[in-house]
Structures are given as structure tokens and as C-alpha cells.
């Protein structure tokens, strides 16, 4: 057999480069020492393995992470307004009726008008009783004369029935059933408002 002129003569049979030998490694360096390096610890992960490739805990994560994303429609994993997500809770919860109630103190002057909202302010709301405090006596009794139309412009705010009644209080005397000399019995018969 001639030589091939094409070949350069070597004692070494030829190797590809894509099957390194295993005990030796490469000649270069650098990102060919890398690449051997993998190839051969792939190799050995093969043979563990049975001849069946393994996918990696990476591989794994990625697929679920990629199970929980949301795509181009809206999800309820996408952030949601904040409004959104008080109305919610506020229907879960059952406070439709609270929270109407609760505005009722920040907008009384509105509700029922400057001149009344000086002189009775609202004092707590139970089961549909509203509770209202006077600053005198002729204010809740002026309170009183106007329960009716008072109730139905509450009711006409806040959702029909939220308010069933209104209970108007005077204003309150000082107490004298206070400190360690107090004496027992009616106190004075004096009238407060």
C-alpha cells in the first residue's frame, strides 16, 4: 500500500475529534479542555443511567415554572388593581352593609345637611339601628320630627333596609358616680341640655 500524500505520516492511529480519548486530554487548552470535560462527564451520566437519558431538576423547574406563567389573557395571577381586590374581599367577607355604614360618618354633613350635621353627629350602628347624639335637648328633639325623611335618604345612600330605625340621644350630664367619695343613691335632680 502507497501512502496517502494527503495524510501526514504518524506512528498514531487517527481519532475523531468528536470521541476524545478518555485518559489523555486534549492538546489545546481552554474551551477544548471544557468541552472534553463534558462530553466525558455526559458520557459517564449515560452509563449510571442505563442508556436512558435523565432529565435534570432544571429541566424539571423550567416546565413548572413555565406551567404558571399566564400567558396574553388576564389571569388572576396578574397583578390586579388594588380596587379590584378590596371589592373582592369586601363581598367574600360580607361587609357590603359595614362598609356602607362606615362612609355614613365621613359624609354626614352631606347626607343630611350642614346646619343638622353641627349639632348631631353619629354615634355607632347595631343590626340596623343607627345611633345618633345631639348637643342639646331641642336638637334631639328636632332629630325626632325629622326621623322619617332622615331614614329614607339614608336608605336611598346606602342600599335599601341598611337603616331600620334611628335612636336619638340627648346630651349627657356629668356623672357624679365617680371617685372614692361618692355617695350612694340619686345624686342631684338637676337637668343637663
Known amino acids: 500500500m502507497k501512502p496517502d500524500a494527503s495524510r501526514p505520516e504518524s506512528a498514531e492511529p487517527a481519532t475523531t475529534e468528536s470521541t476524545p480519548n478518555p485518559t489523555t486530554p486534549p492538546a489545546g487548552g481552554g474551551v477544548d479542555l471544557a468541552r ?17 437519558a435523565r432529565r435534570s431538576t432544571r429541566s424539571q423547574q423550567a416546565d413548572a415554572a413555565n406551567s404558571r406563567r399566564s400567558g396574553a ?3 388572576d395571577r396578574d397583578p390586579q388593581p388594588i380596587s379590584q381586590v378590596l371589592e373582592r374581599l369586601v363581598e367574600e367577607r360580607g361587609w357590603q352593609t359595614s362598609r356602607a355604614v362606615g362612609g355614613v360618618e365621613g359624609r354626614w354633613g352631606q347626607l343630611v345637611g350642614a346646619e343638622l350635621a353641627d349639632h348631631c353627629q353619629p354615634e355607632s350602628f347595631d343590626e340596623g339601628v343607627l345611633t345618633v347624639r345631639a348637643d342639646s335637648t331641642a336638637w334631639a328633639t328636632q332629630v325626632r320630627i325629622l326621623a322619617g325623611p332622615l331614614l329614607a335618604r339614608l ?14 340621644l340627648g346630651p349627657t350630664g356629668p356623672s357624679w358616680k365617680k371617685g372614692r367619695l361618692a355617695v350612694k343613691g340619686r345624686g342631684p335632680r338637676d337637668t343637663y341640655g
Not at 470535560?37 to 451520566?45: K, V
Request: net charge positive.
Open 155 to 168: 336608605n336611598t345612600d346606602l342600599g335599601a333596609g341598611t337603616v331600620t330605625s334611628l335612636r336619638v
Open 36 to 52: 472534553a470535560m463534558l462530553s466525558r462527564a455526559r458520557d459517564d451520566a449515560k452509563a449510571k443511567a442505563g442508556g436512558r
Open 73 to 75: 389573557a388576564p389571569d
